[in-house]
C-alpha cells in the first residue's frame, strides 16, 4: 500500500474514534445533567400513613398504626404520635432543590449502599426514600424514592430520622402550677397543706397556704412552697430506665414502697375547650397529681446500715468524695419509671414543715407595725409611728427617727435550726410589735443567749428557733443606734 493511502486510512480511523469519542461524551453529559427543580416529589398526609419504619447504621425501628402509634417489636411501648407526626410531617410537601435523570451509577451518590432508608405505607400504596451521600459543595442530601432519579434536597432527612427508640417514647408530663388547692405527702413526711385566701391565721396577706396543727391552723411561706411545685413543673422527665415497669422492677427502684408520695390538686384549663367558647371558671376543672419519689431499694437498706448511733461521732464522714445516687420517680400508675438527678431529688424530698414555713421569726409587713415596745439591759424603749400626708413617721420621745436600720435587722432574724428547748442563759433584748391587725393586735419576740454562736428565739412565749447570734448583735446595733442617739 502507498505509503499516502496509509494516512488517509490512518486519518479516517482517528476521524471515526473523535466522532465515538465526542459522542458518548456528549451522551454521558446528557445522562448525567444537573436540573434545577423546584419540584415536589412527595405529598403524604400524616393521617393517611398506617406505617413508617427506617434503618441506618445498626439501628432499625418500625412502627404501624392501629388506633394509636404502636412499635413494632413491643407494642407495650409508649409512642409519641407528636413525635412520629414530625417526622412524617418531612413528606406532607417533600420538595427538592435539584434533579439527576436516568441515573445508571448510583454509587457515585453513595445511593448503591444508602446511608438510610425509609419505607412508608398508605392503606393504598408504599414508599421507599433511601437517603444517599451528603454534597458537600451544595451541602444537600443525595436521594432517591425509586423512579429512576437522583435529587438533591435541601431539607436533610437525617437530621430527623437519626434519632433511637427512646427518642420516640410518649413521656409523662409534669405540669407547672401556679396554684395549688391542696398538697398532701405521704412516706417520710405526712400531712396536708390546704390553699386558703384572706385567711385569719396569719398577720401576712400573702400568706394563703396552711398546715392543720392542733393549736390551729399554721401558714407557710408561699414562695416556698411555690419553689417546690415550680421544682416539680421543671422536672422534664427524659431519662427512663423502664417504659413496661414490672412489679419486680418496682420493688428493685424502691418504688413498690416510695420513700415519699406528694399527692397535688390544682386548677387547669379544660382539654378541649377553647376560652372563647366558656365565661370565666367554666373552662377550668380540678386535677389531680401523684409523684412518686425514691432510691432504689439497695440504696435505702444501705441508708439504714449507714444510720449512725447518737453517740457515733460523724465528724469526719464526709471527707472522702460523695457519690451520686441514683433516685427515680413514678407520675401516678405510669408504667415508665424515670431517674432524676441527686439535686431533683433532694429538691421533692425537702418538704418537711419547718423547710415550707417561714424562715423569719417576723414576717409580717412592717408597714402594720404602729409601735415598738423594746426591753434592752433592763431598760424600755418605745417607738411610735404616726401617718402625716400619706407618710409614716416614726418617732422615740419627742425626737423623729429613721428606723431603716431597725427594720432591715428584724428581717434578717431568721432561723438557723427550728428547735423547742430551754430558753437559754441570758436575755439579750425582747419587743413587743403592736400591728394594725385586728387578729394579731401584738407579736412578742424574746431573743436568748444559748452559746457565742446562737440565740433562742421565743415568739408569743413559745421556744421558736436558733438565729445566729450575730444577727442578734446586729439588731441590738440598731436598737441603740435610735435610742442612744
Same mark, same amino acid.
Given at each position: 500500500?502507498?505509503?499516502?493511502?496509509?494516512?488517509?486510512?490512518?486519518?479516517?480511523?482517528?476521524?471515526?474514534?473523535?466522532?465515538?469519542?465526542?459522542?458518548?461524551?456528549?451522551?454521558?453529559?446528557?445522562?448525567?445533567?444537573?436540573?434545577?427543580?423546584?419540584?415536589?416529589?412527595?405529598?403524604?398526609?400524616?393521617?393517611?400513613?398506617?406505617?413508617?419504619?427506617?434503618?441506618y447504621?445498626?439501628?432499625?425501628?418500625?412502627?404501624?398504626?392501629?388506633?394509636?402509634?404502636?412499635?413494632?417489636?413491643?407494642?407495650?411501648?409508649?409512642?409519641?404520635?407528636?413525635?412520629?407526626?414530625?417526622?412524617?410531617?418531612?413528606?406532607?410537601?417533600f420538595?427538592?432543590?435539584?434533579?439527576?435523570?436516568?441515573?445508571?451509577?448510583?454509587?457515585q451518590?453513595?445511593?448503591?449502599?444508602?446511608?438510610?432508608?425509609?419505607?412508608?405505607?398508605t392503606?393504598?400504596?408504599?414508599?421507599?426514600?433511601?437517603?444517599?451521600?451528603?454534597?458537600?459543595?451544595?451541602?444537600?442530601?443525595?436521594?432517591?424514592?425509586?423512579?429512576?432519579?437522583?435529587?438533591?434536597?435541601?431539607?436533610?432527612?437525617?437530621?430527623?430520622?437519626?434519632?433511637?427508640?427512646?427518642?420516640?417514647?410518649?413521656?409523662?408530663?409534669?405540669?407547672?402550677?401556679?396554684?395549688?388547692?391542696?398538697?398532701?405527702?405521704?412516706?417520710?413526711?405526712?400531712?396536708?397543706?390546704?390553699?386558703?385566701?384572706?385567711?385569719?391565721?396569719?398577720?401576712?396577706?400573702?400568706?394563703?397556704?396552711?398546715?392543720?396543727?392542733?393549736?390551729?391552723?399554721l401558714?407557710?411561706?408561699?414562695?416556698?412552697?411555690?419553689?417546690?411545685?415550680?421544682?416539680?413543673?421543671?422536672?422534664?422527665?427524659?431519662?427512663?430506665?423502664?417504659?413496661?415497669?414490672?412489679?419486680?422492677?418496682?420493688?428493685?427502684?424502691?418504688?413498690?414502697?416510695?420513700?415519699?408520695?406528694?399527692?397535688?390538686?390544682?386548677?387547669?384549663?379544660?382539654?378541649?375547650?377553647?376560652d #372563647?367558647?366558656? /365565661?370565666?371558671?367554666?373552662?377550668?376543672?380540678?386535677?389531680?397529681?401523684?409523684?412518686? =419519689? &425514691? %432510691?432504689?431499694? $439497695? *440504696?435505702?437498706?444501705?441508708?439504714?446500715?449507714?444510720?449512725p448511733?447518737?453517740?457515733?461521732?460523724t465528724?469526719?464522714?464526709?471527707?472522702?468524695?460523695?457519690?451520686?445516687?441514683?433516685?427515680?420517680?413514678?407520675?401516678?400508675e405510669?408504667?415508665?419509671?424515670?431517674?432524676?438527678?441527686?439535686?431533683?431529688?433532694?429538691?421533692?424530698?425537702?418538704?418537711?414543715?419547718?423547710?415550707?414555713?417561714?424562715?423569719?421569726?417576723?414576717?409580717?409587713?412592717? #408597714?402594720?407595725? /404602729?409601735?415598738?415596745?423594746?426591753?434592752?439591759?433592763?431598760?424600755?424603749?418605745?417607738? =411610735? &409611728? %404616726?401617718?402625716? $400626708? *400619706?407618710?409614716?413617721?416614726?418617732?422615740?420621745?419627742?425626737?423623729?427617727?429613721?428606723?431603716?436600720?431597725?427594720?432591715?435587722?428584724?428581717?434578717?432574724?431568721?432561723?438557723?435550726?427550728?428547735?423547742?428547748?430551754?430558753?437559754?442563759?441570758?436575755?439579750?433584748?425582747?419587743?413587743?410589735?403592736?400591728?394594725?391587725?385586728?387578729?394579731?393586735?401584738?407579736?412578742?419576740?424574746?431573743?436568748?443567749?444559748?452559746?457565742?454562736?446562737?440565740?433562742?428565739?421565743?415568739?408569743d412565749?413559745?421556744?421558736?428557733?436558733?438565729?445566729?447570734?450575730?444577727?442578734?448583735?446586729d439588731?441590738?446595733?440598731?436598737?441603740?443606734?435610735?435610742?442612744?442617739?
Open positions: 500500500m502507498k505509503r499516502s493511502k496509509k494516512l488517509y486510512v490512518l486519518l479516517g480511523v482517528l476521524a471515526v474514534i473523535c466522532s465515538v469519542t465526542f459522542g458518548v461524551s456528549r451522551y454521558e453529559q446528557r445522562k448525567e445533567e444537573i436540573k434545577n427543580s423546584d419540584e415536589i416529589i412527595l405529598e403524604l398526609a400524616a393521617e393517611d400513613v398506617t406505617a413508617l419504619s427506617w434503618e447504621d445498626e439501628t432499625k425501628l418500625a412502627f404501624h398504626k392501629s388506633e394509636t402509634w404502636l412499635y413494632d417489636d413491643d407494642e407495650a411501648f409508649p409512642v409519641s404520635e407528636e413525635k412520629v407526626n414530625e417526622l412524617l410531617g418531612l413528606f406532607e410537601s420538595g427538592v432543590s435539584f434533579i439527576i435523570e436516568n441515573v445508571e451509577d448510583y454509587s451518590y453513595g445511593l448503591d449502599d444508602p446511608t438510610c432508608s425509609i419505607h412508608i405505607e392503606a393504598e400504596e408504599s414508599y421507599e426514600v433511601e437517603l444517599g451521600g451528603y454534597s458537600t459543595m451544595d451541602e444537600q442530601r443525595y436521594i432517591s424514592i425509586g423512579d429512576g432519579n437522583v435529587y438533591l434536597v435541601s431539607a436533610d432527612p437525617m437530621e430527623t430520622y437519626e434519632i433511637e427508640l427512646k427518642d420516640m417514647i410518649l413521656h409523662d408530663e409534669t405540669p407547672y402550677i401556679d396554684q395549688a388547692d391542696n398538697i398532701t405527702f405521704a412516706g417520710s413526711e405526712n400531712y396536708n397543706i390546704i390553699y386558703q385566701k384572706e385567711s385569719d391565721d396569719t398577720y401576712h396577706e400573702d400568706d394563703v397556704y396552711f398546715v392543720n396543727d392542733e393549736n390551729g391552723r401558714p407557710l411561706d408561699t414562695d416556698t412552697v411555690g419553689s417546690y411545685l415550680s421544682a416539680i413543673g421543671s422536672l422534664g422527665l427524659s431519662n427512663y430506665v423502664s417504659y413496661n415497669v414490672t412489679e419486680e422492677e418496682l420493688a428493685a427502684y424502691g418504688l413498690d414502697d416510695p420513700e415519699l408520695t406528694a399527692t397535688v390538686q390544682y386548677m387547669a384549663p379544660k382539654e378541649d375547650v377553647k #372563647d367558647d366558656s /365565661t370565666d371558671g367554666e373552662a377550668e376543672e380540678v386535677k389531680t397529681l401523684v409523684l412518686h =419519689i &425514691s %432510691r432504689s431499694a $439497695e *440504696e435505702k437498706d444501705k441508708v439504714k446500715e449507714e444510720e448511733s447518737e453517740d457515733t461521732d465528724s469526719d464522714d464526709y471527707e472522702s468524695e460523695e457519690e451520686s445516687v441514683p433516685a427515680y420517680v413514678r407520675v401516678g405510669s408504667q415508665i419509671i424515670y431517674e432524676i438527678t441527686e439535686t431533683e431529688y433532694e429538691s421533692l424530698m425537702d418538704v418537711s414543715y419547718n423547710k415550707l414555713r417561714h424562715q423569719e421569726i417576723f414576717w409580717a409587713d412592717f #408597714d402594720k407595725v /404602729t409601735q415598738v415596745d423594746i426591753s434592752l439591759e433592763g431598760q424600755t424603749y418605745t417607738l =411610735i &409611728s %404616726r401617718e402625716e $400626708e *400619706e407618710e409614716t413617721v416614726w418617732s422615740y420621745g419627742e425626737e423623729e427617727i429613721a428606723v431603716g436600720e431597725l427594720r432591715t435587722a428584724l428581717a434578717a432574724l431568721t432561723a438557723t435550726e427550728f428547735k423547742n428547748e430551754e430558753i437559754g442563759e441570758k436575755e439579750e433584748l425582747s419587743m413587743t410589735l403592736h400591728l394594725n391587725d385586728e387578729n394579731y393586735p401584738t407579736v412578742h419576740i424574746g431573743l436568748y443567749r444559748r452559746d457565742g454562736d446562737s440565740c433562742m428565739a421565743v415568739v412565749g413559745e421556744p421558736t428557733a436558733l438565729v445566729a447570734r450575730s444577727k442578734v448583735v439588731l441590738v446595733e440598731a436598737v441603740n443606734a435610735i435610742v442612744l442617739n
